[in-house]
């Protein structure tokens, strides 16, 4: 699973971009990451679980002066290279206050 988040300005300048990735992780007696199944002693689960919510808290830098803006988050599955899926999409906008 693979977290995209972005921001725009009101005028569609995007001023923010952030990529997350949610999985399990291989690693090695030392604690290293590692790929290959044979060096592979244990694994870190890193994963979105299933039926469980998970909050994210981004500071997005809204240039001074800014009104508003769009805030959009993608959650996609991502089940082989070509072969991925948006599970959710959201899109907020927002106003500020002078």
């Known amino acids: 699973m693979v977290l995209d988040v972005t921001a725009k300005t009101d005028d569609g300048k995007q001023i923010f971009s952030q990529r997350k990735e949610f999985k399990e992780v291989g690693v090695d007696l030392n604690g290293d990451q590692r790929v290959k199944a044979w060096e592979i002693k244990n694994t870190i689960d890193l994963a979105l679980q299933p039926r469980q919510t998970h909050t994210e808290r981004l500071a997005i830098p ?26 959710h999409k959201a899109v907020r906008k927002v106003t500020f206050r002078k």
Do not use: D, Q, S
Request: no cysteine.
């Open 62 to 87: 809204f240039p001074e002066g800014t009104t508003g803006g769009e805030i959009e988050a993608t959650l996609t599955y991502h089940h082989r290279p070509g072969e991925e899926f948006v599970v």
